[in-house]
């Protein structure tokens, strides 16, 4: 079984729509990472958070410590948020990752 | 955010030559740098860690002689794939820690390796 599973696996949707990827983890963390990462393979990290919300323009991370869950949402999605989305949780000293979630947006 | 840098971002070599990835941290001190390595449509998996001045420590499977780690200074950490096969043809990345707790990493944008 996997310390991080991540749902959907692929996501296709309508520019505009909203989107939310989920995660879960089965570990203890101190915090959780959203990267994204594009068809060229460069990665970016979205968030890094530990407990609550954070927002960044268009996009919306939340974690709820106690159901072991986490949720990236995307609003008024656009063609550019097309990218691989990264769940990753860190123990104390480890680093785990999910296998993402595919996005397609589609103009 | 903290911001970690990687060159090349591509560089196809062929077989039996030596590639050099660099990784640095640009507006911060790097204590713990981290290799990884992602094989098409997989999660990034853990080569090895660095701390400065000492030598990587090794996950389980990867050879410390094919894949060789230096990390000489606070913001940079290099890889070097040694006599490189078309299998080492992948996607490296690495990422960056100034703390004292390994979670707090910033990541690097990858190298893309291809080996003819």
């Known amino acids: 079984k996997n310390e991080v599973e991540q749902s959907p696996q692929n996501l296709t949707a309508q520019e505009g729509e909203f989107i939310t990827i989920n995660c879960s983890y089965s570990v203890g963390i101190s915090a959780l990472h959203w990267l994204q990462q594009h068809p060229g393979g460069g990665i970016v990290s979205l968030f890094m958070l530990s407990s609550g919300k954070k927002k960044h323009g268009r996009l919306i991370a939340t974690i709820n410590i106690q159901e072991k869950h986490s949720s990236l949402h995307i609003t008024a999605s656009h063609p550019r948020d097309s990218a691989v989305y990264i769940c990753a949780v860190s123990p104390h000293n480890q680093f785990y990752f999910g296998t993402g979630t595919s996005l397609t947006v589609i103009p | 955010g903290a911001v970690v840098s990687q060159h090349p971002s591509r560089v196809i070599c062929k077989s039996g030559t030596s590639v050099k990835i660099e990784c640095r941290s640009l507006?911060?001190?790097?204590?713990?740098m981290f290799w990884y390595r992602q094989f098409p449509k997989k999660s990034l998996m853990l080569m090895a860690t660095s701390n400065e001045g000492s030598k990587a420590t090794y996950e389980q499977g990867v050879e410390k002689d094919k894949f060789l780690i230096n990390h000489a200074s606070l913001t940079l950490s290099t890889l070097t794939v040694t006599s490189a096969h078309p299998e080492d043809s992948s996607f490296y990345i690495c990422?960056?820690?100034?703390?004292?707790?390994?979670?707090?990493?910033?990541f690097g944008p990858g190298t893309r390796l291809t080996v003819t």
């Open positions: 507006d911060f001190q790097a204590t713990t």
């Open positions: 990422s960056a820690s100034g703390g004292t707790d390994v979670y707090e990493q910033y």
